[in-house]
């Protein structure tokens, strides 16, 4: 059965091995070992698939301009789930990432009801307040609200050019009652993430969006879009003797775009090539060094941005398993038991991590002859996710827990402190980054 990823639901993956063959999800380990310094998602797993990394990991090891772009839709409290997504945009961002983080007002009004503010309030009190006491950089980063952000809005009405109803149809299950500010948070979704390549801000750079597979749809059109708005689209195909050469198609750009892009290779390039050009597209044939279809993407780039186009480079992202909830299921904000907020009492949160469920054995007796189950396990999750950095203590966690000599009651104690004394220390930070707001451009 294909499975649906929904964007608005708390719906969980049945199977994430799937995603690659349903969806054209690549998976994340083909691009690990390239990696320089890899986040302890990369390297447990927990981010599982990509789509165009590879430009991203060009970016970090040339050590080249890139973004990293998310976004919180301000419903409810942020909790550990949303952690995953903080850790990962400052791990970006310490690698020299400029980090984008928007607040999805306009999504959380249309589709949820939310008042502008309580959006307003949700996304300063519970989201970013925590993200900067997690230690982003106001020097490195752009915070902002869908709502507040003009270019956001003009953007998303171009893009709304390039998609139709039965687009948005087939991509998100949209039916005949699903009202137009619901089907337009769409478009704004690719506004956000598209956005920093405007020539006001970053310009044409690589940007990275992580998040869970729910979000791809989001993805999906975002990247179809992005090449729609381009004048050029720039393929490798290859010769009827299996050669790769470059095409570069151009419908409706001005005639001479075409010899302009060959002067340009021509000047450029210091390998040998033939050109073949007609009115709508050109041909490119030769023995190509790595570096050529950089200097070809380069010299395109340039002619659009020329001719008043937006030379758009599609968006990378990266996916992300979803944390079980305390009581089993999906870690979700409108389960408040499921879940660990950010904002939440340090004792009240360590009293919720002993009552949740284990992979534990039915008996004391059981869980040391058969041991137990940490990949069922929610607190054994905590310490995967979040609670414990160094890989060597988590395996010994994992294996004391298989053998059955580490027991429910004693990892959940051990998990419960770790909780405690990290609120503890993040209340105090969320005092001082609330005073720091100014700093990011936030008023509040």
Known sequence: MTQKLDPWKSSEISDYAKLFEEFGISPFADVLSHIPNPHKFMRRGVIFGHRNFESIVHALNAKKPFVVLDGFMPTGRAHFGHKMVMDQIIWYQQNGAMAVVGIADR??????????????RIGVEEYLISLIALGLDPNRSRLYFQSECLPVMNLAFELGTKVNLSELSAIYGFSGETHLSHMVSTVTQGADILHSQLLEFEGPIPVVVPVGADQDPHIRLTRDIASKMNLFLIEVRKDKDGKNYFSVRGKGAPEDSFLRIETQLKARMKTKFTAKVSKEHMDIFGIFEEADEEILRTAVQEIELELGGYAFIPPSSTYHRFMSGLTGGKMSSSIPESNIGLSEDPKSAAKKVMRSKTGGRATVEEQKELGGEP?????????????????????????????????????KKNAAEKIEAFLTDHQEKRRIARERLCEFGIQY
């Open 375 to 411: 990949n069922k396990c929610s607190v054994y999750e905590l310490f995967y996710f979040h609670l414990v950095d160094d890989d060597n203590e988590l395996l010994q966690i994992q294996k004391e827990c298989e053998s059955g000599e580490l027991l429910c009651g004693t990892c």
């Open 107 to 120: 999504e959380a009004h249309a589709v949820r009801g939310l008042s502008w503010a309580e959006c307003k």
